[in-house]
């Protein structure tokens, strides 16, 4: 009873955070609570009985993929506006543009860098770091750039605001300009809010509807029959490293594909290219002598955990894909926090390579010869799919991150 309580109490705090992430004006906040609700999730997997999913969900959702998205707005947040002053302008008309400017964007999280230009517009738009043009005209400002975005309603609304009459260009209609963007941004999310709210119905409505869990001999039958034919006391391993070898192996091959596709898009954008301090490391401050200790203690625990799981994945909660992301988090934390990098990128897509020719060929041994093999060759089978799963893993989440970081050169991501 007390255990159904709590689930209802973790389902019911799923749905506030769902809300609470898309309500969030501010994306550092949304991450934080996106990141607050896949540990929510993993406790919710744990009551549910699915300590596999629960493990994966904390260390990839909760962990790795905040990191991803903070690194994100820390690498993308730059905003170029060139700006076209009018000639023989008072120096405190000027000044106060380019104030509005700059403080546009604060709620956004975004560096608005306003570069003052005297080419023509045509000129300054086809420059392939800028995002907007704004030129200033006897008694007003006009807007050259994309429309109807949130970010154009933004600058406009902040130019409202502070007396002065903007406009885009070649358009005469300026009432719409001064309308609040939170009107916009409240719209655009309604359906989010709408979907959050039929996915709780239906998590509710599920919830109550379980009812008693009844007899546990279907469990048992599938339970007797799986170790009987795998030799794995974890079900969750024998069906993806024997039922369902095949997803597995596409798994493997989509973390491959992502890899390649992170490494082709991850470069440099080319308002980072003019503005280099972008990329600098999210961590300013360097980290004490006893936060580093600490560190060092955390990462020996998480090291030997993850070990752990991997070796031990086909009996136990566990297996190569949670204790890869485990050993990932090990060299993800160990660049956020102290700029080292323990797995260079060369090596990184070295290694990935390599693990996924050695899952290839070992799964495909097993889908000619599994049938006929004794259950000890089918547990080293599982034993050996684990590590070479785990070292995928490892390396193919290392590897986006690090092409995240990297500075297009490849130093920061080279250095040992």
Same mark, same amino acid.
């Given at each position: 009873m007390i255990e159904n309580g709590i689930l209802a109490g973790v389902l019911l705090l799923l749905c506030v955070l769902a809300i609470l992430t898309v309500s969030m004006e501010r994306l550092f906040t949304a991450v934080v609570y996106a990141g607050t609700l896949s540990a929510a999730a993993a406790f919710a997997y744990m009551l549910l009985g699915a300590p596999d999913v629960a493990l994966a969900e904390a260390v990839i959702g909760s962990t790795l993929s905040t990191v991803v998205f903070l690194v994100t707005l820390k690498k993308y947040r730059i905003f170029v506006v060139r700006f076209?002053?009018?000639?023989?302008?008072?120096?405190?008309?000027?000044?106060?543009?380019?104030? =509005?400017?700059?403080?546009?964007?604060?709620?956004?999280? &975004?560096?608005?860098h306003v570069l003052q230009a005297?080419?023509? =517009?045509?000129?300054?738009?086809?420059?392939?770091?800028?995002?907007?043009?704004?030129?200033?005209? +006897?008694?007003?400002?006009?807007?050259?750039?994309?429309?109807? +975005?949130?970010?154009?309603?933004?600058?406009?609304?902040?130019?409202?605001?502070?007396?002065?009459?903007?406009?885009?260009?070649?358009?005469?209609?300026?009432?719409?300009?001064?309308?609040?963007?939170?009107?916009?941004?409240?719209?655009?999310?309604?359906?989010?809010?709408?979907?959050?709210?039929?996915?709780?119905?239906?998590?509710?409505?599920?919830?109550?509807? &379980?009812?008693?869990?009844?007899?546990? +001999? @279907?469990?048992?039958?599938?339970?007797? =029959?799986?170790i009987q034919e795998t030799g794995a006391k974890n079900l969750v391993a024998a069906i993806y490293l024997d039922y369902r070898l095949f997803d597995t192996l596409l798994e493997a091959l989509l973390l491959l594909v992502s890899v390649i596709g992170v490494s082709q898009f991850a470069g440099l954008s080319k308002a980072e290219q003019v503005h280099p301090e972008v990329n600098q490391n999210p961590v300013k401050d360097n980290p004490s002598h006893v936060m580093l200790g600490s560190l060092g203690i955390v990462y020996v625990f998480l090291a030997v955990f993850g070990g752990y799981i991997i070796v031990t994945g086909m009996d136990g909660p566990g297996g190569g894909f949670q204790g890869g992301a485990l050993l990932a988090a090990i060299i993800i934390a160990c660049h956020f926090v102290e700029k080292r990098v323990l797995l260079p990128l060369s090596r990184a897509a070295r290694l990935e390579k390599i693990m996924y020719v050695l899952i290839l060929a070992l799964g495909s041994l097993y889908l000619i010869f599994g049938p006929y093999v004794s259950v000890d060759v089918k547990r080293l089978h599982f034993l050996l &799919?684990?590590?070479?799963?785990?070292?995928? =893993?490892?390396?193919?989440?290392? @590897?986006?991150?690090?092409?995240?970081?990297?500075?297009?050169?490849?130093?920061e991501s080279e250095h040992e």
């Open positions: 076209l002053p009018e000639k023989d302008s008072d120096s405190g008309s000027l000044k106060k543009v380019m104030s =509005v400017l700059s403080r546009s964007l604060e709620k956004k999280e &975004m560096e608005v005297s080419e023509p =517009v045509d000129t300054l738009l086809s420059y392939g770091d800028t995002d907007l043009v704004v030129e200033q005209k +006897s008694g007003h400002v006009v807007i050259h750039g994309e429309q109807h +975005s949130e970010i154009l309603e933004r600058i406009k609304h902040s130019f409202h605001k502070a007396g002065i009459l903007a406009k885009y260009a070649g358009s005469g209609d300026e009432e719409h300009f001064h309308s609040d963007p939170k009107e916009g941004r409240l719209r655009h999310r309604w359906p989010a809010l709408a979907f959050i709210l039929v996915i709780s119905a239906a998590l509710f409505y599920g919830y109550y509807s &379980m009812g008693a869990p009844g007899t546990a +001999s @279907l469990w048992e039958a599938i339970r007797a =029959v799986g &799919m684990n590590i070479f799963i785990g070292l995928k =893993v490892c390396s193919g989440l290392s @590897l986006i991150y690090l092409h995240f970081m990297s500075s297009g050169t490849g130093k």
